[in-house]
């Protein structure tokens, strides 16, 4: 198959067969905090310390982030599935009400993380990058937290697991 050959919702199953950690995007925007499921949340670089991550261009949270200049990468735990349904939109929750489902804190830039993260990023604004109907943020980061007892919950063929612990390697 060639790019040319692939559909949406093609795209999307390839998409899938990656196992990524579920995240959470946040923002503090003029209307207050807004937030969604990240579609993709990575790393750019070390010197400066940056991050990226992609917006759908009709997602609501948008506004804030681009008002706010700011925005947070919160990697869930696995005991908290439930925020994939909040932050997805299937919950029926908007706006400020998706952060009343967990405890949320700001911290340099006023963005929130949520607490007991894996791992949380927060991020000044540096530029946005628009193309395709997706948007791409890329910002600079401001702070970091962590939770090291904490297990990541994964994304994987469009559904979120655990991750266990695979046995030592016995031939090292």
């Known amino acids: ?87 997805s939109g299937k919950a029926g929750l908007k706006g400020a009400e998706r952060f009343t489902t967990a405890v949320w804190k700001p911290l340099a830039t006023g963005a929130p993380v949520l607490e007991g993260a894996v791992g949380a990023f927060d991020c000044r604004l540096d530029e946005i990058i628009e193309r395709d109907g997706t948007v791409i943020a890329v910002g600079t980061l401001s702070g970091v937290v962590a939770d090291p007892s904490a297990e990541p919950l994964v994304t994987f063929r469009g559904g979120y697991y655990r991750l266990a612990p695979l046995a030592p390697d016995s031939a090292g």
């Open 1 to 87: 198959m060639t790019g040319t050959d692939i559909d949406v919702p093609g795209f999307w199953k390839a998409i899938g067969n990656r196992a990524v950690g579920a995240a959470v995007v946040a923002a503090a925007g003029e209307q207050g905090w807004a937030g969604f499921l990240a579609l993709s949340a990575t790393h750019l670089s070390a010197r400066p310390p940056r991050i990226m991550v992609s917006i759908d261009a009709g997602t609501s949270a948008l506004s804030a982030l681009r008002e706010g200049r700011c925005f947070s990468v919160s990697y869930l735990p696995a005991n908290r599935q439930d925020l994939v349904a909040v932050f």
